[in-house]
């Protein structure tokens, strides 16, 4: 690991973020009222003519809940630890929170950055994979935001986002002991036999297969950058959770859940459910479910898995276990530290040493104008070149 994972040494220089003069953690948003439900549909899904009825009837999955989303409290908390991270490590940048389908907005963020007197801003998306809607997405946000800033006169922002961080330690380690801990709560008798089921967002098999840089050698692999940096950190998890329990020869696979699209159009597969029929079938005794595809416990993977999934293997009498996502983990934001520091370094010219587990190494900074194109039509993005 890099010196910034440390605190720093009594009396030793502050750690250095310049040019940027502030983070802004952009996230996906979610409602927190059930009044809040369908408009916030109708934001996340602006532009596709669905009608309301239909937002109300994909919305049952919030009305489950009271009608409120955990993400935005969860960004809160991480919002939070990030702040507490940054003034123990005395690294002085203030850490701003926006949304890109509900409040806080993502623009008014940027109003308020451009208002406090920042014009220079990382920005860490809480998504961890190349993909449109993972990355190239949350840019086009950004340039529309900043396109909007712009149109109001308002001093000009140059936003830089932090490289995808599937791979880096503080996020893989996480997600290791959350995967023991899970096992830990299965029965004893089908512990040692339990399977893993490595899950993330399912996306169309042709946005997947074009996910990634043009010139990026996960491209050219079976489903793109996109499966194959999934495929590189469960392979990670599992070869750590072997070695960790003694089971050498534990059943793994990734696996894929969330579908939304029409069923016409081919989504990656297996889904989920679909999974652990397929296991129950084969004799497995247990089954982990990982969410390596997403940063917090939110919606997708409570009702996902906790609801959907569980009820699923109840069905068929399979025990089953859920890994806790990396959330706040304080190796998390430390990660989050690393990130700003190495890009900051990056951008004043100086030699940086990016922290990178697994085959693929460590993603680039800045993504090219192809990197995982608009499915539907190009769009401008924010932060590419």
């Known amino acids: 690991m890099s010196d910034a994972r440390k605190p720093s040494p009594s009396g030793a220089a502050p750690a250095a973020p310049q040019p940027y003069d502030a983070l802004l953690l952009l996230s996906f948003g979610g409602p927190e009222a059930p009044e809040d439900v369908v408009p916030f549909l109708e934001n996340v899904t602006r532009g ?76 860490l998306a809480t998504s961890a994979y190349a993909g449109f809607s993972g990355c190239r997405q949350y840019r086009e946000n950004l340039a529309d935001a900043l396109a909007a800033l712009a149109a109001e006169g308002l001093p000009e922002l140059r936003v830089d986002k932090l490289r995808h961080f599937y791979n880096h330690p503080g996020f893989v380690e996480p997600m290791v002991d959350a995967t023991l801990a899970a096992l830990a709560r299965l029965p004893e008798d089908v512990r040692a036999g339990a399977r893993l089921a490595f899950t993330t967002h399912s996306i169309p098999d042709a946005m997947a297969e074009t996910s990634g840089a043009p010139d990026d050698p996960a491209r050219g692999r079976p489903g793109g950058a996109y499966v194959a940096q999934h495929l590189d950190v469960a392979r990670l998890i599992a070869g750590a959770v072997a070695e960790r329990t003694g089971v050498a020869d534990r059943p793994w696979e990734l696996v894929f859940q969330s579908r939304s699209g029409a069923p016409h159009t081919p989504w990656l597969e297996p889904d989920i459910c679909d999974h652990l029929e397929a296991q129950h079938a084969d004799g497995a005794p247990a089954v982990v479910m990982v969410p390596i595809g997403f940063v917090s416990d939110h919606m997708e993977v409570r009702y996902d898995l906790d609801t959907e999934a569980v009820a699923k293997a109840a069905e068929l009498g399979l025990p089953v276990a859920r890994a806790a996502t990396v959330g706040a983990d304080p190796r998390f934001t430390a990660a989050v530290r690393e990130l700003v520091l190495e890009r900051a370094a990056a951008e004043r010219g100086e030699p940086v ?21 608009n499915p539907r039509a190009p769009r401008p993005a924010a932060a590419e070149r």
Request: proline fraction near 6%; glycine fraction near 10%.
């Open 353 to 373: 040493t990016r922290c990178a587990l697994g085959a693929l190494g460590p993603s680039h900074d800045v993504c090219a104008v192809a990197c995982c194109p």
């Open 48 to 123: 596709r003519g669905i009608p309301k009825e239909r937002l109300k009837e994909v919305g049952k999955h919030y009305f489950l809940f009271g009608g409120v989303s955990p993400i935005n409290e969860q960004n809160r908390e991480l919002l939070a630890a990030l702040r507490k991270d940054f003034a123990e490590h005395g690294l002085d940048l203030p850490v701003y929170w926006g949304n890109r389908n509900w409040a806080p907005y993502l623009v008014d963020t940027l109003r308020e950055l451009a208002a406090d007197g920042h014009r220079r801003v990382a920005v």
